[in-house]
């Protein structure tokens, strides 16, 4: 079952349901994106340098069998890498056994120091994150425009990145408007203000942790399991769906078999099912009490989001 598509601003179209890979261990991500292409019928696999597995899920398509130019991929520049885009995006580029990305994303709007203690989260002698608080953003996209003039990516875009800085730092000096923002919505934080803002500038936004992250509240909540009960399908469909029918691209993780065939299935079989009012429903439950950013990095800097307080490593 191939998941329809979604047409970015550039005009590319982008299957609106991927395979996340964040937190996928390297042995077992190889088994599960040679499944989700071969036997599931994904089209659209999500990686990062930073998840420390772009080698095997490069063997996971090669062994799927599925022509490259039929799979849609994303990658993401690390945050030390900003001073150097191109030479970051190649060793992606390496890892995955591609000469191509279908889309590269600045996976967040941070400069940690290059040289640093830590090739991937450098710290500051009191424990805190290294952040090159002095680097302007709009430098690192002028570097994501330049490899997508060079025809190494198709499409360019932003994660984690909110309304604040796009507006302000970003978007006042970009000939190429991001393609897409990445960033954590879900039932808990549907983030509607940004959501609305993003499509309105012609981003489209994408989903990670769509059903939370570990240990997650979400599948126990009463209100996505009556829709799932009232329409017989299971919470984590409802869950998804819910995104899905909101033209949001959505981006489950597993490794399990009959979950990444359960997570696309359940997904677009939800999305037909639920109804306008469903959706109001659904997008009320945050405000009533249940909003929870589950994802926060102890950057020390204010990024703009809602619900989101500043904090600093160790503290």
Known sequence: MAAPTIKLNNGLEIPV????????KPEEVTNAVEYALKEAGYRHIDCAWAYDNEKEVGEG???????????????KLWCTHHHRVEEALDETLANLGTDYLDLYLVHWPIHLNPNGNHPKFPTRPDGSRDVLTDWPIRDTWAQMEAVLAKGKVRA????????????????????????????????YNPQLGLVEYLKRKGIVPQ?????????????????????????????????LGYLVAKDIVTLPKSVTPARIKSNLEGALAAA?????????????????????????????????????PVRVQGQ
């Open 272 to 308: 037909k099912k639920l109804t306008k009012e469903d959706i109001t429903k659904l997008d009320g439950v945050a405000a009533s009490g249940k909003q929870n950013r589950l994802i926060q990095p102890p950057w020390g800097v204010d990024l703009g989001f809602d619900n989101w």
């Open 61 to 75: 398509i090669r062994r799927s069998g599925i022509p490259r130019s039929e799979i849609f991929v994303t990658s």
């Open 207 to 239: 989903a990670y942790s769509p059903l939370g992250s570990t240990g997650s509240p979400l599948l126990q909540d009463e209100t996505a399991g009556a829709l799932a009960q009232q329409y017989g399908l299971s919470t984590a469909d409802v869950l």
């Open 17 to 24: 349901i991927g395979l996340g890979t964040w937190q996928s």
């Open 156 to 187: 360019i875009g932003v994660s984690n990145f909110s309304e604040r800085i796009l507006e302000r730092d970003l978007l006042p000096h970009a000939t190429v408007v991001p393609a897409v923002n990445q960033v954590e919505l879900h039932l």
